[in-house]
C-alpha cells in the first residue's frame, strides 16, 4: 500500500488545483481581445496599376475608426505629400478620400493610419501605379 500523502504535500495540491481551475474559468469568462484596425480591402488595390486616377480613394478595415483622428497621404515619386480630406460622415470601418486635382502618371503610394475605436493606432502604405494613356 502506498504512504499517505503528508498535510502539506496535500494542501500544495490543492492550492495547485485551485490555481489551474482559477486559470481555466479566467480564460472562459474574459471577453475578445482588443484588435489593430487591419485593412479588409481597398481602391484603388494594393499593387494596382491603373489607366487613370481614380476620383477618390476608399480603405475597408475590420473595426470602426475614429474619423477624426485618421489621416490618409497621397505621396508620389517624389516623396511629395498631399493630404486627403476624409469624409467623416460614411461608414464607420471605411476611409474614403476624393482624389483632388490632377494625378500625374507614376508611381503613388496611399498611406493611412488609423484610429480604431479600441484606441490602437495602425498604421500602413497602399502602393499603386498610374499609367497615363
Given amino acids: 500500500m502506498p504512504p499517505c500523502p503528508s498535510p502539506a504535500r496535500r494542501a500544495l495540491s490543492g492550492a495547485v488545483i485551485l490555481f489551474a481551475l482559477a486559470l481555466f474559468s479566467?480564460?472562459?469568462l474574459s471577453g475578445p481581445a482588443a484588435a489593430h484596425a487591419v485593412v479588409v480591402n481597398s481602391d484603388p488595390v494594393a499593387g494596382a496599376s491603373l489607366a487613370a486616377a481614380p476620383a477618390r480613394v476608399t480603405i475597408r478595415f475590420n473595426s470602426r475608426?475614429?474619423?477624426?483622428?485618421?489621416?490618409?497621404?497621397?505621396?508620389?515619386?517624389?516623396?511629395?505629400?498631399?493630404?486627403?480630406?476624409?469624409?467623416?460622415?460614411?461608414d464607420p470601418i471605411v476611409l474614403e478620400a476624393p482624389l483632388a486635382g490632377p494625378v500625374a502618371p507614376g508611381a503613388w503610394r496611399l498611406r493611412w493610419q488609423v484610429l480604431?475605436?479600441?484606441?490602437h493606432i495602425t498604421?500602413?502604405?497602399?502602393?499603386?501605379?498610374i499609367r497615363g494613356r
Fill in 123 to 129: 498604421r500602413g502604405d497602399i502602393p499603386f501605379t
Fill in 26 to 28: 479566467g480564460a472562459l
Fill in 116 to 119: 480604431a475605436v479600441d484606441g
Fill in 65 to 90: 475608426l475614429d474619423h477624426a483622428r485618421s489621416r490618409l497621404l497621397l505621396i508620389g515619386e517624389d516623396n511629395s505629400q498631399t493630404a486627403l480630406p476624409i469624409r467623416e460622415d460614411g
